[in-house]
T-cell receptor, first 113, second 112 residues
Framework: EPEVTQTPSHQVTQMGQEVILRCVPI?????FYWYRQILGQKVEFLVS????????KSEIFDDQFSVERPDGSNFTLKIRSTKLEDSAMYFCASTSSRQETQYFGPGTRLLVL | DQQVKQNSPSLSVQEGRISILNCDYTNSMFDYFLWYKKYPAEGPTFLISISSIKDKNEDGRFTVFLNKSAKHLSLHIVPSQPGDSAVYFC???????????FGGGTRLMVKP
């Protein structure tokens, strides 16, 4: 069964460093998303991406965040200058159309020290 | 922002009995609702969904009920199995944008 994959599974970084989280969505999907879950809190929407541009973003997704689909398979989330409060699980999701179910990857656990 | 709420942080059920997980929402623009199951260190796994034009959707042991007037949905699992033990999230979205808004989750423990 096709699935969303994410790398790395864990990332530890120093505050102020840049990180790039990678996702490979399901191959025939066209809509891509990033969510995060801070420990003990809700899963929160960050950004959605379609047709090579951002279609929606939350207030969490500020200028420190960016997304890119550099090729036909990868979808990346970049945090330019990480802060302690960016420590969270980051989940990528994809779907074939806006009205279809979003399928999630296993997540990347980011720890900012 | 409490647009989607799951008021029970945990639920314990005996194997073979029914598990009922509840979810309330406040945004009347939501028109599509989903339940996800999550194990530790894994991503949310889709379970079942329901559109606002329906009041019930069933898939095997899982049934979701939607009461639009009460802005309430519930997930019934029957019979419950120990492998169902996980955190269950309800999520909602609307036609205008398909970002998912999640509830806080309910940890279900099914005891053998």
């Amino acid at each position: 069964e096709p699935e969303v994959t994410q790398t790395p599974s864990h990332q530890v970084t120093q505050m102020g460093q840049e990180v790039i989280l990678r996702c490979v969505p399901i191959s025939n999907h066209l809509y891509f998303y990033w969510y995060r879950q801070i420990l003990g809190q809700k899963v929160e929407f960050l950004v959605s991406f379609y047709n090579n541009e951002i279609s929606e973003k939350s207030e969490i997704f500020d200028d420190q965040f960016s997304v890119e689909r550099p090729d036909g398979s990868n979808f990346t989330l970049k945090i330019r200058s990480t802060k302690l409060e960016d420590s969270a699980m980051y989940f990528c999701a994809s779907t074939s159309s806006r009205q279809e179910t979003q399928y999630f990857g296993p997540g990347t656990r980011l720890l900012v020290l | 922002d409490q647009q989607v709420k799951q008021n029970s942080p945990s639920l314990s059920v005996q194997e073979g009995r029914i598990s009922i997980l509840n979810c309330d929402y406040t945004n009347s623009m939501f028109d599509y609702f989903l339940w996800y199951k999550k194990y530790p260190a894994e991503g949310p796994t889709f379970l079942i969904s329901i559109s606002s034009i329906k009041d019930k959707n069933e898939d095997g042991r899982f049934t979701v009920f939607l009461n639009k007037s009460a802005k309430h949905l519930s997930l019934h699992i029957v019979p419950s199995q120990p492998g169902d033990s996980a955190v269950y999230f309800c999520a909602a979205t609307n036609n205008a944008g398909n970002m998912l808004t999640f509830g806080g989750g309910t940890r279900l423990m099914v005891k053998p």
